[in-house]
């Protein structure tokens, strides 16, 4: 099956700014979302306490960033999205709250130049399963190390794949089963549709190993779940 392309992807998320829209819930299809909001503001609050920029890929309506300015309330900020009204959103939620300057970036990853020693904190969410090839995943990984401050963090959450195919059947198949409670099957057929027509996601382990080939020192695993885990990697 042919993927969708950048532009198909950025009009699908031009139409659902508000199913990203709250912070109580996050995201309703991925599992923990909630627990994975909270764990990686206070990991990277706790890893970066003196922190004082952040870059928030894919931020979506900016959910992220929102948790990280309740530990860290004078980061200043970007955010890069492939969506403008997404963007848009972003910055009016955090209009009330933010101290720090922000600016905004309409832009895939893969091709915007992030600069060198720039952030503090990188935070990545159910962005980098859009990736396709390796050669991608290292590239993007090598662009957030070299914009990432000595000591800096960068954190992830997303789904995942698994290298078991048993293994990853089941997860499936667990995944349904929540999907299936949330909303019914219907709406686990539409979910199940949209990841094998947008995503390309890759285990967890291959994304550490890859972390630490670009440079990482450390990395840490927060929280997995079924197809979604939560992770970090140290510079």
């Known amino acids: 099956m042919m993927k969708s392309s950048v532009e198909q992807i950025r009009a699908r998320f031009d139409k659902d700014v508000e199913r990203f829209s709250n912070l109580e819930t996050g995201q309703s299809a991925t599992i923990d979302a909630p627990l994975v909001l909270d764990l990686i ?11 004082t920029s952040l870059l928030d890929i894919g931020c979506g309506a900016g959910n992220y960033t929102l948790k990280l300015l309740q530990h860290l309330p004078q980061l200043n900020i970007a955010l890069v999205d492939l969506s403008q009204p997404m963007l848009d959103r972003a910055a009016e939620r955090l209009a009330p709250v933010r101290q720090g300057s922000l600016v905004t970036h309409q832009a895939d990853i893969r091709e915007l130049a992030l600069g060198l020693q720039q952030f503090d904190i990188i935070t990545a ?12 995943w290292h590239a993007v990984f090598t662009k ?9 963090s960068i954190w992830i959450s997303d789904l995942i794949e698994h290298a078991s195919p048993a293994v990853g059947a089941f997860m499936k198949m667990r995944y349904g089963e929540y999907l299936c409670g949330l909303k019914g099957e219907a709406y686990r057929e539409q979910v199940f549709a949209y990841i094998e027509q947008e995503d390309t996601p890759r285990p967890l382990i291959f994304q550490l190993d890859m972390l630490r080939a670009v440079g990482f020192r450390q990395v840490d695993v927060l929280h997995k779940n079924s197809v979604f885990a939560a992770f970090g990697a140290i510079k």
């Open 41 to 51: 503001s206070a990991a990277a609050a706790a890893v970066n306490p003196e922190a």
């Open 144 to 152: 957030c190390y070299d914009a990432l401050r000595p000591g800096g």
């Open 125 to 136: 969410a159910a962005v980098f399963h859009h990736l396709r090839s390796e050669e991608e």
